[in-house]
Structures are given as C-alpha cells and as structure tokens.
C-alpha cells in the first residue's frame, strides 16, 4: 500500500474472474442458467464428434482446440453476448471502468 501512494508505483494490474460482470446482467459460464449450464451442442456447426466432446465436458465450447479448428461453435454460442454488446445491452460496472 506504501509503494502505492509513494508515487513510484505506475500501473496496478487486478486480476478478476467473471463474477466482475454478473452485476452488469452478462451471466456467468458455470452456474446455474449459465453457459455451460445452457449449452445445447446439438444446436451448434460441429462434427457430431466434437457435439459429443461438448456434452461430455461443456468446456470444450471455449477451448483453444476446438476455436482454432472450427470457431463457430464458440461465436454461435457467444453470439447473443456479442449482439448485446453492439446494442448496448450490458452495462458496465465500476469494476469494469476501474
């Protein structure tokens, strides 16, 4: 806290998780009614054999894997989040302008 106020201090970094934004309306990835929770693979542009990765473990929709193979798994499932963006939908907390 002294190097803080000493003035010496010039960037702080906060590392945060996603409950930051569940204030501003944006639901979370794993509870209930959350992405995860939610995810219909069987909805989503994929190879029945990545629909059963994701059924299996629902983390897969995100993983890096999965992205770089196939991104339309994640952007189909992020979609509305990316439509409520441009809308202004979300509204920012004060975490978020911190």
Known sequence: ???IKSGKCKSIAFLTGAGMSVGAGIPDF????GMYDTLKP???TATEEDRAAMRCEPTTVVS???FF????PYL???R???LGVAEAKWKATISHWF
């Open 1 to 3: 806290a002294e190097f």
């Open 69 to 72: 193979r196939n991104a339309y």
């Open 80 to 82: 509305p989040f990316i």
């Open 76 to 78: 189909e499932l992020r």
């Open 30 to 33: 794993r509870s209930p009614g």
């Open 64 to 66: 890096s894997d999965l």
């Open 42 to 44: 069987e909805l989503l």
